[in-house]
Structure formats: C-alpha cells, structure tokens
C-alpha cells in the first residue's frame, strides 16, 4: 500500500478562448444586457460548432472544458493566458475583472474581493465539468451531412480527460469532486452503450486506472484517518468513494466483471475499514458502497460477511440519520437477497429494526419499516420457523408503531388542509390531479387477457395523498396488510384492536382516519374474525364517509375501507346493507373534493363487482348520479368515472341494456365525446370512454342500436386520425406506443359493437354514408399495421367478423389470410395468440368450403408446425426456449379447425408434429374450443393412420401422448389452467361433457382402433407408463 498520495499527470494550463467562451456562457449580469444576450447566443453557436465540425474540434474543446476543471485558482494562469482571456472578450473588461482581475491588484485586493472572485473561478470549473460530461456521453452529430458517425475523441485527449477527472476527485472543493465522479460514472455508464465511441476509452474494462485509483485513494484515507478533513487525503478518499457509489448504482456487474481483479477484490475490505472512520462522510458514502455490494455480492463481501455485519451493528446507534438509514436499507437487502447471511442473527436484528420503526427521523422509519413488508413478501423458502416467531413476538409491540406510522406528519397535513381549501374553491386542476391513462389491446383465445387492473378502482393508491410518492403512511399500511395476511387474526387482533379501537373513537379525524386506513389493511387476513364486528363499524364507516363535519381525507379512507368489506357487506343476510352502503356512495359522487370523487367512485366500482346483479334495483338512481357527476368531473375523476362503468356493464349483466336505462347514459356519454373531441380528438381521456362504451356495447346487444352508427362514426374518425398523424413519421420505430393507443381504443369498441349486434353489424356498416364504403380496406391496413397492438385489436376483429358478420372478410379473405399468417410470431405473442384465433374462426366459418383456404393452407400449416413442436426461432435465427403461455394451444385449436375444413391439409404431414399437437390438445381449456380442435384431430388420423407409427422415438409414447391428450377432457378447466395434480391424487376425473356425446363416440372408437392396430404388446408398453387413475379412466369411460 502506498503511503503517499499518487496523482495522475497534472493537466496543461487552459486557453484563454475557452475562459471568454465559459465565461460568456455563463452569462453574468452586464452593463447591457441585450449585448449580454447577444454574446451568450454566439458563445453558444461557437460551442456547438467546435464540438460537432470534426473529431479534431470536439477533442480539442473537450480537452480545454476538463484543464478548466482542473485549473484549482486564475493565479496559476500565465499572463499570457490572461491577456489571451480579457483580449477574448472583446472589450467586456467587467467580465474579465469579475473572474480574473483581483490577481492583477498588485496584491492590494481585500479578502473579501479574493473571495468573491473564487466564487466565481470555481462556479466557471463546475460549468466547464458539465460541459465536458455532456460532450463526452452525448457527443453531437457531425455538423457535416455527408457524415453520420458521431464524434469521437483523439487518444491524447482522452488520455489527459481521464487523468483530469481522477485529479479532480482529490479537489478541496465538493462541488468540484461532485462534478467530477458523475463525468466518470456517467461516462462509464455511456460507454456500455456508446462502444465504439465511448467504450474504447471510458469503459471500466479500457480505464484500467479507474478502480485502482478509487481503491488507492480509499486506502491513503485510511491509512490518514487522524489528518485534517480539510486535507488532500480525505477529499481524495470521499472522492473516491463518491464515485464508486456511482459507478456501483449504475453498473454493478461491469465493474464487478471488467475491474482488475486485485483491486476489485481489495475494495471491500478498504470499504469496511472506512466504516470506523471519525469523518462522517466517509462513513456513509462506503456503507452506501457495500449496500450495493449486496446483490452481485462478490466472494470479498462473502468472505468478510462477519465484518460487515459488525459493521453494521457498530453504526447502528450512529449520529447521522443518513447512516442509520443506509444500516436499514443494508439488512432490508440482506433479508431480500441472501436472508442465509442474518439467519444467525435474526432476533437481534428484530429488536433493533422495531427501534428504528420508531426512529425520529421519517427516512430512517421508512428504510427501517419496509423490513417488515420485505419480511412479509418473502417467499416460504427464504425463511423458517424461527424467524416467524421472532417476528410474531414483535408484533406485541411493532403493530402499534406501524398504526402510529399511518398517521400524516404535520407538513404532509397542513399541505393536505391547503389542497382541501383549492378544491373547496373549485381551482384549477393541478399537477396530482393528472393521472397516466394507458391501454391494452383486446386478446382472444386461450389465455384471454382482457382483465385491466384499474377496472373497479380498487388501487390502494386512490385512497392516498401522497401522489405516488412512497411514505411511511403507505410503508405501513402495507406491511400490516401483509403481516396479517402470513400471520393471520390470532397474532395480529390481539395486540391491534386496543389501539384501532382508540384511533377510531379519537376526537382528532387524521387518527381516525389512520386507524380506518388499517381497519381496512387487515381486512384480508383477518376478514372471518373481523366479520362479528362489522355489523357496528360499518355504520360508522358510513357516517364517516357521509358526515358534513370528515374532513375530505376521512371521506375517502372510509370509502375506500367500505370497499375492502363489501363481500361482507353483499353476503350479509341484510339486504339493506347494500342499498345503504350504495345510498352512501352515490350520495359522495358529487363531492368538490377531487379525491373523494375518485374514491367513491373507485368504491362504487368495487361493490358493484361484488354485489354483481344484485346492484340491478339499484341502477336507475345509481346511473342518475354518475351522469351527474360527468358534467362535473375532470382529470383524473372522470377516467375513474369512465372505469366504473366499464365496470357496471362487465358484472352487473344484461340489466344494464334492458328498458329505459341505456338512453339514461349512453346519449351523456357519446355527448362528453364529442365535447373533448372537438378540442383534441386524441385526448387520451377518451381512452376509458372508448374502453366502458365497448363493454355497454357488448352487454347492451341490439338495445344498443340507436346509437351504434354514431358510434361506429366516432371510432372510425379516431382510427383515421390516429393513422394520418402516424402517417407523417417516417421511422415506425419513433412512434410512440402512446401515439398509437386512441387507434387501438377505438378497434376495440368496434370489436365490442361487433360482438354486441352480431350479424347486424353488416347492416349498421351498411347504413354508414361516410365509412361503410371504406371499413373493408381499413380492416386491411390495420391487419398489416407496424404497430403490434393495432394488429392485436385488429385481428380480435377480423376473428369476430368471421364469427358474425362474414360478409365484410370475403372479398379481401386471401389478404386478410395472407397478413394474419405472416404475423405467427412467437416474438410478438399476443399479436400471434390473436392472429392464430382469428384464422380458426375463419376456418369455422368455412365449414366443409375448403376453396377459400385451400391458397393459403399449406403455408399455415407451415407457421403452426413450429409452434407445436417448440422450434420456433426468433428474428436472428435463435431457438425460442421459453414457451410463450396460450400458443400451443391456440396453434392446436388453429390446425384443428383447419382439419374440419379439410383433413387433407393436415394429414400429409401429421408425423411431423403429433406429439406437439397432443402437447397442445391437452392444455385447452375451453370446451368449445376443445371439442373442434379434437374432431378436426381425429379426422386427420383417420385420414393418415399410419402417422401412429412415424411420429415419435417409439409407438407407446405415442399412444402415451393421445391418451393424455383425451384425459384433458376430465379434468376441470381451472386445474387445467393451474396446472393442478389430478392424475395421481385421489380419483376425481370429471364425466365427459354431455352436449358433446357424439364426439366421445368418436373418440372411444378412436382408442379401439389404435390399441387393436398398434398390437397389445405396444399397448400394453403404452398403459405401464400411465398412472393409475388414467388407467381406470380409460377402461370406464372408453373401454380399452
């Protein structure tokens, strides 16, 4: 180890150019400032031309930005280089004097003029390092067309960069060390993206100089720990570590990967030796450090555990807030990443993590309370019994604090009361009104990911004021909803219900809505024992949540706790606790409060799915008030507005569609659209309009009618909108998937008319002055959009159009077939499942008319032998290992149906992918689906018999795969999808579905004929392999 500091070169002196140019850019105040003006815009052009002209300029620039980082005081200039600046300057001699000219007082300058111009000297460094950080990760374009490489540094020039920035880590001034390690860590950062320009100099593998000189800097401090903190080794050393946390936050695994060995390897123990230092500062940065070790966790960390659990322990009383936070944040990775290593220890680090819960300082509770909800998430591997019961003999004592935790600090209240008095007098919206509204495209077939989370509000955050931001509030609640849900109502009650019976009667509304808030955390791991006492907090909920004395903020949180009890509430024998609870909610849709909006509106939504048809006496009042509230609501109330009935129509059923209702809401609704679409037809607000009018289409069905030409014009107008402003980029790939969401919104209502009116679609497309003409080639460009989630809708469309309204495919069938083939493309998976759906429905459709598949089936079968079979490559070639859930099944249905059609398709080459298509028969869960993919699957063997004997390693695995393929007919479709053991457990197969018994003739004539043509030894070689309850199975059920 070196004993004294080993600096890099020192850098040339700069230019006085680049002082007149940094100096101008920095833009101080003069005597005119439209002069002023005028000078920073041309020092601005002389910049960006010197950085983008040639290679030469850009290195010659860089270089200048980082000796000016390095230049520590103007009196180290030359005087030539001083005139060179003051004559640079073009007469601006107030300039000059501001940053040079108390050095040419002939040492008659005050401390205090020597002090302001420091100021100055060094605010010039700190924007020349800037300067020199972004030049170096985003060098421009070259300023010449004919070029296209970006620029790229001289070797003279990065050498003498690299040695800058290193010096300048050991710069007395932390703004300096500051600018410096985010040049290195971002410059390091760049280069695993930027290779060819970045990488040769500034990756951690070429900057063979970095990580040694971090570490030696590290170990002079620690060698010095006694010396000054104003001295050359501690700024070195904080330096240093400041910048490994850097480099560490970014890149881990590069420099774990392309560091010398020996000095990556020495840097942990350097680390920990630096958690004993006197210096603050070194303290944190190195335990920050070592936190981040954790997850590479390299065999240094391993081999020193001890000392950094010592570590650990030792700052765990530390002074610092800060540190006490990184010792919170180091055990909550450890319990996370590698809970082996704090097993020893865990009742020890109970205790002290239940004192930090508490700690004073709101960081520190914060880092120290997400150990309980880390603990909570952990999964059963991770931890063992003695680790739970440290954990449960805390509860006594943490489930207080976490309930004390819930309550808003005095800051967060008083910015909440001045929000509460802006909505009293109906302001503006602002910033935290605004929520990100984004959509999925429609997916069919097996595995139908139509579910949006957002439906029915039920997002823990919509009871929050924290704007996203996550608190010790939301830390808190979380963890005792997860705590109850592993623990369970006998160590969570017990220790809970004393102090949530105190905040409850509490005479001070922020502890009653706390204790509400955790009312309703523990409401799924509690739910059975809380039930005997609903019956009394729910009319206090309600009177919470009706009061004219809440506070907005208890408003919410007692809707949003109704919510979480509504299954209660539905299940109940009372029927008057739904209408009253409904009563409730529906009374608060039209509050000023924004966030009670939102709330009850989220809580409406969720009782509905709950309470399902049982909601139908109610509808009348509830849609009068939830039209009420559109003409009320903006921002983020009316996108849950529009949520909520989405919601209605997904679970309440048909009752919504039936008299008088749909001309209750739908006329508001199409009016809102048109009202926001006048001023910006691809505001994204329409986005939830377009999503709840397509879910009341489809429940509605014919009642919809009256409406349905207006809305197919509306969505029609969104789509070519959409496509016209796409139109003008001339890259797809700059498209911005938001760009494209409106489009595929609007699709999706069309999807939803066309599943709605059925074969009426055809003529509500037919009555369309301005887009019946033009849907059928509009279907054609979005089939073959480059878009992935325009082709998603578009083929859930073309699937649908098959199924009701054939008349509009055929005359561009062979396109439509032609496009949905050549998107088979395990890469874009939901783009495949949807295209692979839509042509088994245009199979369907075609029944035994074989002419309009026939040009296309060979190739079909093509893209659907791989999916079968698991060879399916990638773009470059590559083998797709992962299975991508629902293709195998949906290829399977896909080539089943196509067999229906014709068997001829298929049967030539069945060999091939047998067994691959039994894989797939097996995992269909739908019955319908099911039932065409089988019988299109036993025409095909009995058109090519002898595919038996071709399509595998041996003629019982064979058997073996059919076999298993028929028992999927009695096993319950949610063991199916679960993947649950049915075959070896207790007997429990299901009968074989009753509408389809001509099918099981079928088959069990199938089976008869196999075992009789294979011979009974391969039968019986066949029937060894299967358990026990398949066996019995199939002698029951199909005799063989």
């Known amino acids: 180890m070196a004993s004294a500091l080993q600096l890099p070169p020192q850098s040339a002196s700069p230019s006085g150019q680049v002082l007149a140019l940094l100096s101008t850019l ?146 007395a001034l932390s703004p300096i060390r500051g600018v410096a390690s985010t040049a290195i860590a971002r410059c390091c950062t760049a280069a695993v993206y930027l290779e060819k320009s970045m990488g040769i100099f500034f990756s951690v593998g070429n900057w063979v100089e970095l990580v040694p000189f971090i570490l030696h800097c590290v170990q002079i401090g620690n060698t010095t720990q006694q010396t000054s903190i104003d001295s050359m080794e501690q700024h070195a050393g904080i330096g240093a570590l400041v910048t490994l946390r850097k480099l560490l936050e970014d890149i881990p695994n590069r420099v774990a990967a392309e560091a010398p060995s020996t000095s990556f390897h020495e840097l942990v123990p350097a680390l920990l030796t630096c958690l004993q230092s006197p210096i603050q500062t070194r303290r944190k940065e190195a335990l920050a450090c070592l936190n981040v070790f954790i997850f590479p966790m390299p065999g240094s960390l391993v081999a020193n555990m001890d000392r950094y659990l010592g570590g650990l322990s030792a700052l765990a009383s530390d002074e610092s807030a800060e540190i006490r936070q990184l010792v919170c944040q180091g055990i909550v990775s450890l319990l996370s990443q590698r809970a082996e290593y704090i097993k020893p220890h865990f009742a020890s680090i109970v205790t002290f993590m239940l004192t930090a819960t508490s700690d004073s300082d709101p960081s520190v ?19 063992d019994d003695e680790m739970m019961g440290c954990v449960a003999q805390s509860l006594p004592q943490l489930l207080p604090v976490l309930l004390k935790g819930m309550v808003y600090p005095p800051d967060k209240i008083e910015e909440l009361l001045e929000d509460n008095a802006i909505d009293e007098r109906g302001g503006d919206d602002r910033q935290q009104d605004l929520a990100p509204v984004f959509h999925s495209a429609k997916t069919k077939g097996q595995y139908d990911s139509d579910d949006d989370d957002s439906e029915g509000g039920g997002s823990d955050d919509e009871m929050d004021d924290d704007d996203g931001e996550w608190s010790l509030r939301k830390c808190s609640a979380a963890s005792l909803d997860s705590l109850a849900g592993i623990f369970g109502a006998s160590y969570v009650l017990p220790p809970l219900l004393p102090a949530l019976q105190e905040g409850l009667r509490h005479s001070d509304q922020w502890f009653r809505e706390a204790s509400i808030l955790a009312l309703g955390a523990i409401s799924d791991g509690c739910m059975a024992e809380i039930t005997p006492h609903l019956p009394q907090l729910h009319p206090f909920l309600l009177s919470q949540l009706t009061s004219q004395d809440s506070l907005p903020q208890l408003r919410c949180i007692s809707a949003w706790a109704l919510g979480r009890y509504a299954s209660w509430t539905v299940t109940a024998d009372d029927p008057s606790l739904v209408a009253c609870s409904i009563e409730a909610l529906v009374g608060r849709l039209l509050d000023r409060n924004k966030k009670v909006q939102v709330a009850t509106c989220s809580a409406l939504g969720v009782y509905v799915e709950a309470a399902g048809d049982l909601m139908t006496p109610y509808l009348e009042p509830v849609y009068r008030a939830l039209m009420e509230a559109l003409q009320l609501y903006r921002t983020r109330s009316i996108l849950c507005l529009f949520d909520t009935l989405g919601v209605m129509a997904d679970n309440v059923g048909a009752a919504i569609g039936e008299g008088p209702l749909p001309g209750m809401y739908v006329p508001p609704i199409l009016k809102r659209w048109n009202d926001i679409g006048r001023e910006n037809p691809m505001d994204r607000s329409l986005l939830p309009l377009m999503e709840c009018l397509g879910s009341i289409t489809v429940v509605c069905g014919m009642n919809y009618q009256p409406w349905a030409v207006e809305t197919f014009e509306m969505a029609m107008s969104t789509i070519e909108g959409s ?118 429905e245009i199979c369907v459709r075609c029944g035994e008319n074989a002419g309009p598949l026939t040009p296309n089936a060979a190739d079909l079968l093509q893209n659907l032998i791989p999916l079968l079979m698991g060879n399916s490559i990638d773009i470059d070639g590559n083998p797709i290992d992962t299975p991508v859930p629902g293709i195998v099944e949906n290829a399977a249905i896909t080539l089943g149906r196509l067999a229906c059609v014709n068997p001829s398709f298929v049967a030539p080459e069945l060999g091939r992918f047998l067994l691959g298509w039994c894989d797939g028969l097996s995992k269909i869960s739908n019955p319908t689906e099911r039932k065409d993919a089988f019988s299109g699957f036993i025409l095909a063997l009995r058109a090519n018999p002898h595919s038996i004997q071709n399509a595998g390693p041996g003629l019982s695995q064979t058997i073996g795969s059919i076999l298993f393929a028929v028992v999927s007919w009695h096993v319950a479709s949610d063991d199916l999808l679960e993947g649950t053991n049915v075959l070896h457990s207790n007997y429990g197969f299901q009968p074989f579905p009753g509408e389809f018994v001509e099918l099981k003739q079928l088959l069990t004539q199938l089976l008869t004929d196999i075992k009789a043509s294979a011979g009974q030894e391969s039968w019986n070689q066949a029937e060894s392999q299967m358990p026990v309850n398949v066996k019995r199975l199939m002698k029951e059920v199909y005799n063989v």
């Open 26 to 171: 920095s833009n101080p105040s003069s005597s005119s400032s439209q002069d002023a003006h005028a000078r920073h815009a041309l020092a601005l052009k002389a910049r960006d031309d010197a950085l983008s002209s040639s290679n030469d300029s850009y290195s010659n620039l860089c270089t200048e930005f980082c000796r000016v980082l390095c230049c520590q005081s103007p009196e180290l200039l030359s005087m030539e280089v001083l005139k060179e600046f003051h004559d640079s300057l073009a007469g601006d001699t107030d300039m000059f004097h501001k940053f040079c000219g108390w050095i040419q007082n002939n040492g008659g300058n005050s401390n205090a003029q020597r002090d302001q111009g420091m100021m100055m000297w060094n605010t010039l460094r700190q924007m020349a390092g800037l300067l020199l950080k972004n030049a170096l990760v985003s060098p421009p374009p070259p300023s010449a067309l004919v070029q296209t490489k970006r620029m790229k540094l001289s070797l003279e020039a990065a050498t003498e960069i690299k040695h800058g920035l290193l010096r300048c880590l050991t710069d």
């Open 365 to 383: 509770a914060l880092e120290a309370c997400d150990f309980w909800l880390t603990f909570a998430s952990l999964d059963e591997d991770s931890y």
């Open 723 to 840: 496509m016209l402003i796409i139109s003008h980029y001339n890259d797809i790939s700059d498209v911005d998937d938001e760009l494209a969401d409106p489009m595929i919104c609007a699709i999706d209502l069309i999807d939803g008319l066309i599943e709605g009116l059925g074969s009426n679609f055809a003529t509500l497309v037919a009555g369309s002055a301005r887009f019946g003409p033009t849907f059928p080639n509009l279907l054609q460009q979005i089939v073959a959009h480059d878009i992935p989630g325009v082709r998603i809708s578009a083929f859930a469309v073309l699937g649908d159009l098959a199924r009701q309204a054939p008349t509009l495919i055929e005359a561009g069938l062979p396109t439509l077939l032609s496009e949905a083939i050549s998107s088979i493309d395990p890469m874009h998976p939901a783009v495949c499942n949807n295209s692979l759906w839509a042509l088994g």
